[in-house]
């Protein structure tokens, strides 16, 4: 079945740093993916539609330039926290979809924690 | 504001017992409703989906219930194992938007051996 990569599966940095999330689809081409956040026994917020070779759409209360989001190919979406606080400590969760058949696919997560 | 409200927020069963999940939605542009299941660490797992052309989807154990006219859509998961134990989440989109999807806040199901 399709499979989506997402890397690293846990990061921890100081505070002040910048963190690159990946998000790849490895066995079909995905022109959007999503960016989630979800906190501990929280549901999964939806952050962010990015789409193949365009600018990403952010949903309300979401900082653009705090989750610099690129999608460069179309198998790759990348996240950016950018001068990451403590408060920006959650599981990250990207999601795929296949241009082909329209279905879509998470990745697995990345679990950052900002000290 | 929580587009899609799920209950309960924990459920216990016993193996062999059913599992109900409930949901509820407002936005009746809405006409996609899936079901996920996720284990810790690990990202959100597709179960079921249906849309609102049908009252009801089984697939093996589990079966999605739709009420369009309440704007209601329940999981029923049948003979419950300690395997299923999870958190599940409910879902909505709109077909044309695939991926913007809005998530209950979930409920963590236990199975009892």
């Known amino acids: 079945g399709a499979v989506v990569s997402q890397h690293p599966s846990r990061v921890i940095c100081k505070s002040g740093t910048s963190v690159k999330i990946e998000c790849r689809s490895l066995?079909?081409?995905?022109?959007?993916m999503f960016w989630y956040r979800q906190f501990p026994k929280q549901s999964l917020m939806l952050m962010a539609t990015?789409?193949?070779?365009?600018?990403?759409?952010?949903e309300q209360g979401v900082e653009k330039d705090k989750f610099l989001i690129n999608h460069a190919s179309l198998t790759l979406s990348t996240l950016t926290v950018t001068s990451a606080h403590p408060e920006d400590s959650s599981f990250y969760i990207c999601?795929?979809?296949?241009?082909?058949?329209?279905?879509?696919?998470f990745g697995s997560g990345t679990q950052l924690s900002v000290l | 504001q929580q587009q899609v409200k799920q209950s309960p927020q924990s459920l216990i069963v016993q193996k062999g017992g059913i599992s109900i999940i409930n949901c509820a939605y407002e936005n009746t542009a809405f006409d996609y409703f899936p079901w996920y299941q996720q284990f810790p660490g690990k990202g959100p797992a597709l179960l079921i989906a249906?849309?609102?052309?049908?009252s009801e989807k089984k697939e093996g154990r589990f079966t999605i219930s739709f009420n369009k006219s309440a704007k209601q859509f329940s999981l029923h998961i049948m003979d419950s194992q300690p395997g299923d134990s999870a958190t599940y989440f409910c879902?909505?989109?709109?077909?044309?938007?695939?991926?913007?999807?809005?998530f209950g806040r979930g409920t963590q199901l236990t199975v009892w051996p």
């Open positions: 999601s795929a979809r296949d241009r082909n058949n329209e279905k879509l696919f």
């Open positions: 990015s789409n193949e070779g365009s600018k990403a759409t952010y």
């Open positions: 249906i849309r609102p052309d049908v």
């Open positions: 066995d079909f081409q995905a022109t959007t």
């Open positions: 879902a909505a989109s709109r077909g044309s938007t695939l991926g913007r999807l809005y």
